[in-house]
């Protein structure tokens, strides 16, 4: 079965920091490359960090050095570090997988980001 499923999600206070995981099963994981992306109520989704079969990554410019995209192809998992965590920032999550070499693209069911004081 294809399938992503994030992780990690939750409530922090401004400023604050977490860490979304994505676990990728059904797929050949290094082929693929995967992104974040966030959707807020009344919002379009957007992307926000994406990292390719070689490890080069790529971010949206509203979290360009407090969020950090990494995956472990070994364990079929991308992360994705939050720092410095804004009221904006709220929105929920989205894991992405898109074939390199072909068309195919999966979506996670999404994990809730909420940050307030």
């Known amino acids: 079965q294809v399938q992503l499923v994030e992780s990690g999600g939750g409530l922090v206070q401004p400023g604050g920091s977490l860490r979304l995981s994505c676990a990728a099963s059904?797929?050949?994981?290094?082929?693929?490359?995967m992104g974040w992306y966030r959707q807020a109520p009344g919002e379009q989704r957007e992307r926000v960090a994406s990292?390719?079969?070689?490890?080069?990554?790529t971010y949206a410019d509203f979290v360009k050095g407090r969020f950090t995209i990494s995956r472990d192809n070994a364990e079929s998992t991308v992360s994705l570090q939050m720092n410095g965590l804004k009221p904006e920032d709220a929105a929920v999550y989205y894991c992405?997988?898109?074939?390199?070499?072909?068309?195919?693209?999966?979506w996670g069911q999404g994990t809730q980001v909420t940050v307030s004081s």
């Open positions: 059904g797929i050949s994981f290094s082929i693929y490359n």
């Open positions: 990292i390719d079969i070689g490890g080069g990554t």
């Open positions: 992405n997988a898109r074939a390199k070499f072909f068309v195919h693209e999966v």
